[in-house]
């Protein structure tokens, strides 16, 4: 083998001979990756939004001392979601063992392609999966896989919907007389809008849903909706109902949802990409009524169960039309009597990453993962309380999860300098309190969304936030006078 030009380090030799230069790599990575996320407080949450220019790609090599120094001004300049401060997103700190068990998951390469690709692996996505669907209350038909994010969970699910329903799979679309819908709330992800896209139903079959002020769905109007479509000669066949909608985290009833797409014979997903966490805590667990009924399920534990991205999956409640519904065999795969991952995924090679999921759940455990929820709802709680407190504040919405939306709303401004203030209120806490909040427009507004993840960012941090929220009121009012 002529390796001359590689690095020393280039691989790990499978025999060994390079262990110390490994080692050493390792190790280094590794110091500067801990160094950066054990000083995230010292660093703001955001990075500096420059231009970045990554230069021509290295002939002879670059050396490892080369790589190292441009690693470390990468994580200078990465966002920096691990800080207590930042509370823009749903985008959380990782636990440990999920960073270390994607280290792992790399570094074994195996794919969950195949049973013979991943033998442990593929067993392991199985029964762990069946375990979380058994925890949503499904019975043990149940299963399903596990997909790079929550956008492939839904289309995955809208998919097997759509051929279940139309008995599509085969023919396709054409030679349908009426055209299929899909219904779910004004505040649903837009995910749903591109699913409908790739499955040929185009965006307009997303019919939008009213929500009522707590931007849950409204009930009313989704069985309104049903009638006025099929009298327009549309065929529903799909409801999605949102456990933890994107902006306001608001959860719709999907009981009553249940009983209405019983009623009308329709496929019921949801969408619990965020909200699914809530299965792991004995207090709030109630808050998913009615997901046990649902035919499907998105859920994505790379948001509120911390682990590292990427970690999503799609249950159905009736493992089986995954089989019927959606697989594609793949005759030149070695042939068991387990269908292979790859066949019953919208994705063929895929990363493991159950190992890092299944790590998480074993370390941190399920009274860990309660007290983790429960530590985000003492923090909302907090906050909307803090909220209510100022008659100059309101809510988007009365919370469900630990998702908090609320805007300033100086008397005698219009609806543009309104926003404006508010834009001015985001930029006044990110530069005093270092604080960041994202900035999302709903129902024609802007509102300051704090998703407050992180079990490190203390109280006193949200009282703060509020007297700086004071400070900028008090200076609003001499600015008027
Ligand atoms: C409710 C909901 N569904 C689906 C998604 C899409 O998930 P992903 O970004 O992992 O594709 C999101 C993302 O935030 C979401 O909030």
Avoid at 292 to 314: G, L, R
Avoid at 349 to 354: F, L, P, V, W
Avoid at 378 to 388: I, Y
Wanted: net charge positive; proline share 4%.
């Amino acid at each position: 083998m002529n390796i001359d030009f590689l690095p020393d380090n280039a691989f790990i030799d499978p025999s060994g001979q390079n262990i110390n230069e490994v080692a050493s790599l390792i190790k280094k990575f590794i110091d500067l990756a801990v160094e950066n996320s054990a000083s995230a407080d010292q660093r703001s949450p955001l990075s500096r939004m420059k231009k970045y220019t990554f230069g021509e790609f290295s002939v002879q090599g670059m050396s490892s001392e080369g790589i190292f120094l441009q690693l470390h001004e990468i994580l200078k300049n990465s966002l920096n979601p691990l800080t207590p401060n930042y509370i823009g997103h749903m985008d959380s700190i990782p636990t440990l063992i999920s960073c270390l068990g994607e280290f792992i998951t790399t570094t074994l390469n195996n794919n969950m392609l195949s049973l013979e690709m991943s033998p442990l692996f593929s067993q392991m996505e199985v029964q762990v999966l069946r375990n979380i669907a058994r925890m949503f209350g499904y019975d043990e038909k149940s299963g399903g896989v596990m997909v790079s994010g929550g956008s492939l969970a839904n289309l995955q699910a809208l998919a097997v919907a759509r051929n279940h329903y139309f008995s599509v799979k085969e023919e396709g679309l054409i030679g349908l007389k009426e055209q299929p819908v899909i219904l779910a709330s004004e505040a649903s992800h837009t995910s749903l809008h591109k699913a409908a896209m790739l499955l040929g139903l185009g965006t307009s079959s997303v019919i939008a849903v009213k929500t009522n002020q707590n931007s849950q769905m409204d009930t009313l109007d989704l069985e309104k909706k049903i009638h006025k479509m099929r009298e327009k000669g549309k065929k529903p066949f799909a409801v999605v109902a949102t456990a933890g909608t994107t902006v306001t985290g608001n959860i719709d009833p999907i009981l009553s949802i249940a009983e209405i797409t019983k009623k009308y014979g329709l496929w019921l997903h949801v969408d619990a990409a965020y909200g699914g966490a809530l299965v792991f805590s004995d207090k709030h667990r109630k808050r998913l009524s009615g997901i046990e009924k649902a035919d499907s399920i998105t859920f994505n534990p790379q948001k509120w169960m911390y682990v590292a991205k990427t970690c999503a999956m799609v249950l159905f409640k009736n493992r089986d039309l995954l089989e019927t519904d959606f697989r594609i065999s793949a005759p030149y795969m070695n042939h068991t009597d387990f269908t292979n991952l790859g066949e019953i995924c919208v994705q063929g090679t895929r990363h493991a990453d159950i190992l890092k999921l299944y790590l998480s759940l074993q370390h941190i455990g399920l009274k860990g993962y309660d007290q983790l929820i429960n530590e985000g709802y003492l923090r909302v709680d907090e906050f909307v309380k803090q909220v209510k407190k100022r008659p100059y504040l309101e809510l988007a919405s009365e919370p469900d999860t630990n998702i908090c939306c609320f805007r300033w709303r100086p008397k005698n401004l219009d609806a543009k300098q309104c926003d404006q203030w508010n834009l001015e209120l985001q930029q006044c806490l990110l530069q005093k309190e270092g604080v960041f909040f994202s900035l999302p427009t709903y129902k024609g507004k802007r509102w300051l969304r704090a998703v407050l993840l992180n079990p490190f960012t203390p109280i006193s941090t949200i009282r703060k936030i509020f007297k700086t929220i004071d400070d900028f009121f008090i200076h609003y009012q001499s600015y008027k006078s």
